[in-house]
């Protein structure tokens, strides 16, 4: 029966062997365990390595019997005894085998050496890992291998070939990395050099396979290929490759050597890659200099926009700052999309960034308003977005409030969410304020779905929205509780007129009989009395009793709460019910 | 962590610097407690009881004699696996030759039996573990190494590299590599998957 390929999915795959060995870190345990609930491929994955583990350990027959230890205990004592018949010389002993040893290697060394300066020149030289093996444990005490396994001709060739497949072939898959290393494992089981093989393949004569080896020693972070790389950065048929991987390595250190070579048309293509990959301010700089160049324009901005974020701000700073080519690029690509600028909104640590793409952000108006509302929930960016939103204006801007205040208010319980709700209603009051219709804006926001939202931010201004309150009020086409609520927020400000407002309750007494008793309320508050009640005639009898119980419930529960919002009015209300009840 | 199981420390250090100073019933200990982990490894890369029991003889004598110069970077238990694990190679090495010369020769052929099975357990898992034996004989000596290092001595990656001589990441790689060649030779030994 035929299994389906266990190996998880290509973006944890990385974690997985290490999970199944116990190997991971508390953190990416955490955060593997939590994609394994989720992920039917890993958690198979995961499963058919502990059924191998439990496999190999069912066949358990490695376990030597009862008397082993004694049996190799005592034929050591007589080993050592035969090698050292002292053992209070161990040390002299110790140093007598040690040269023995030394000796052996030593031969063998040289002859390794000879035999791979045979062929080494030709394709592979030997790098040196003396270092990484002194550390061995074994320096002193191991076995030198066989020379005659170092100089076979067939299995010198088989590796030429197992490397040029391992490079060119890993070098044509997306995970370079993984591949490669696979690849060249059973090279490595052989004590083949890889990092050095790799450096060694870069000089190699086949282009072709010099290209896979650059890409390789970039993709491998190989630091020590530079040298190489710089030297096949002078080769013709390897020096774009070389360009790229010099500037992903060597970083910086490349930036004027890349920078030079831009004003070559051949190369100009891979210093500006190399540049990208680099992805260093300064690299940003240096492409974004050469949008001044026509020649290189395009070439500069591809690899300005390849850099993302690091390219896109150095761009949007110099647009700030009245650069015209940076201006043309950017108007030229149509760029950023709100999409990004949100990115880069959120990833920028560097102000002059930030300011720049919040300027572009009021520059570009609507389009970046979805952007700057996902910011809203971001203590560190929220007020700066806030003030591009505002900058913005409009009717845009106020419906983008609207609707953060709503999700503000759904995320409500974090430890920023009342400074968050009182942020963006503090925005609404600027963006009403800067506009010339807001008497407008604000009555068509307060018949929408976020009605309520605009009314209470209208009654939190102050007073100083009292044109847009009385808009609201005077339409009929509101909802009768918000056109009340409007109703008392004027009175209390003093901008209400009572006997007009008297003259409303009998529109809104017909739909909503709370909202009726309360425009009655703010009506009474604001010097409706009895000598009004006549307004009220209208009203049916049945219909006027119960509301003008209800204004007086309200009434005696603003009394009774004792934070009257009309304190010297009650008993003129009392008075007005008194007097009107009887003459309706 | 499995990682500080790397620095030298607890009984063995202290019966390593008794050892050193002559003390041979110190290293007798330490002989004791190891023999044991290194005997599991050369019987799965000779496939010889014999043959495994004189490595292991063979690796605590080398280490006894260079104990001098062991600096303790590595735990004592890692420093005699990676003796072991060479002289078995070297054994490897050595038949592989006297094979060339006067063709194939018998060996035991048997890794050494399982106290903890009792008989009925032992003769129903036998086919099994042949089979296993077979896939395991046939893996190359590094990754055969890594996988039983990893799976039977528990070791981490770090460890396993030290007694091979190599990179943790080149480690991880044997182990994934024996995994997987075992996955593909042993399909008909796993259950069904969940």
């Known amino acids: 029966m035929k299994r389906p390929h266990k190996v998880g999915c290509r973006a944890w795959r990385g974690r997985l062997l290490l999970h199944v060995d116990g190997e991971l870190p508390a953190a990416p345990r955490i955060a593997f365990e939590s994609h394994l609930e989720g992920c039917s491929l890993c958690r198979e994955a995961v499963d058919f390595h502990l059924q191998v583990e439990e496999l190999l350990h069912r066949s358990c027959g490695l376990e030597p019997d009862s008397g082993f230890e004694d049996r190799i205990a005592a034929g050591v004592l007589r080993r050592i005894d035969a090698a050292a018949p002292s053992g209070a010389q161990t040390a002299p002993v110790a140093r007598a085998s040690r040269a023995r040893w030394f000796l052996v290697a030593a031969a063998a060394a040289v002859a390794l050496l000879l035999s791979r300066e045979l062929w080494l020149p030709c394709f592979l030289p030997q790098p040196g890992r003396g270092a990484e093996r002194s550390d061995s444990p074994l320096a002193c005490a191991g076995t030198p291998p066989a020379p005659a396994d170092a100089v076979a001709p067939a299995r010198l060739e088989a590796a030429r070939r197992a490397v040029y497949d391992a490079l060119f072939q890993a070098g044509c898959a997306a995970d370079y990395r993984g591949e490669f290393e696979l690849r060249t494992a059973s090279l490595a089981a052989e004590d083949w050099p890889i990092e050095g093989i790799v450096v060694a393949a870069i000089k190699a004569a086949d282009a072709d396979f010099a290209a896979a080896a650059i890409r390789g020693a970039a993709e491998l972070s190989l630091t020590a290929a530079v040298p190489a790389l710089r030297e096949a950065a002078l080769r013709a048929e390897t020096a774009p490759a070389a360009l790229v991987a010099l500037g992903q390595l060597a970083g910086d250190q490349e930036v004027d050597r890349l920078e030079r070579l831009l004003v070559d048309a051949r190369l100009a293509g891979p210093a500006a890659a190399g540049l990208a990959r680099g992805g260093s301010p300064r690299a940003a700089r240096t492409l974004a200099d050469a949008l001044a160049r026509p020649e290189v324009r395009e070439l500069a901005l591809t690899a300005l926009l390849d850099m993302g974020n690091v390219g896109l701000g150095e761009l949007l700073r110099r647009r700030a700052g009245g650069d015209a080519f940076a201006a043309q690029a950017l108007a030229a690509r149509d760029l950023p999309s709100s999409e990004q600028v949100l990115e880069l909104l959120s990833a920028c640590a560097d102000p002059e960034v930030l300011e720049a793409a919040l300027f572009y952000a009021h520059e570009s108006g609507a389009r970046a308003l979805p952007a700057l509302s996902a910011l809203f929930a971001t203590p560190r960016l929220r007020r700066a977005a806030l003030d591009a939103v505002v900058r913005i204006g409009g009717a845009a801007a106020l419906y983008t409030l609207l609707g953060a205040g709503v999700e503000t208010d759904a995320r409500a319980g974090g430890p920023h969410a009342a400074a968050a709700r009182a942020d963006v209603r503090l925005a609404m009051v600027r963006v009403l304020r800067a506009a010339p219709d807001a008497p407008r804006l604000a009555r068509a926001a307060a018949r929408g779905p976020w009605g309520e939202r605009l009314v209470e931010t209208l009654l939190c201004a102050n007073g100083t929205l009292r044109d847009c309150l009385a808009a609201v009020f005077a339409d009929r086409e509101c909802q009768p509780a918000r056109r009340a609520r409007a109703a008392l927020g004027l009175a209390e400000a003093g901008a209400l007129d009572g006997p007009r407002a008297l003259g409303t309750v009998f529109e809104t007494a017909l739909l909503d009989q709370d909202a009726a008793a309360l425009i009655l309320c703010a009506a009474a508050r604001a010097g409706a009395g009895a000598e009004h009640v006549t307004l009220l005639a209208p009203l049916a009898r049945s219909t006027a009793e119960p509301l003008l119980e209800r204004a007086a419930v309200i009434a005696a529960r603003w009394r009774s709460d004792g934070e009257p919002p009309l304190p010297c009015e009650q008993a003129r209300l009392a008075r007005l019910l008194a007097q009107a009840l009887p003459r309706v | ?194």
């Open chain 2, 1 to 194: 962590m499995r990682t500080a199981a790397m620095a030298l420390t607890g009984e063995d250090a202290l019966l390593l610097a008794a050892a050193r100073t002559g003390d041979r019933s110190a290293f007798e200990q330490l002989v004791r407690r190891h023999a044991r982990a290194a005997a599991r490894i050369a019987s799965r890369l000779l496939e010889s009881r014999e043959d495994a029991e004189d490595v292991v003889q063979d690796a605590f004598t080398n280490a006894f004699l260079a104990l001098a110069s062991f600096r303790g970077h590595a735990s004592f238990k890692t420093w005699i696996l990676h003796i072991t694990f060479n002289l078995a190679q070297d054994q490897i090495r050595q038949r592989a030759r006297r094979e060339r010369t006067f063709g194939r020769g018998g060996h035991d052929g048997a890794a050494l039996p399982c106290p903890a099975a009792g008989p009925a357990r032992h003769a129903a898992a036998r086919d099994d573990a042949e089979h296993l034996q077979r896939v395991l004989e046939e893996l190359p000596p590094r990754q055969k190494a890594a996988l039983l290092l990893k799976v039977y001595e528990g070791l981490a990656y770090a460890e396993v590299a030290a007694v091979l001589g190599t990179t943790p990441g080149a480690a991880r790689v044997y182990v994934s590599l024996a995994r997987q060649s075992l996955r593909r030779r042993c399909e008909h030994l796993l259950g069904e998957g969940p």
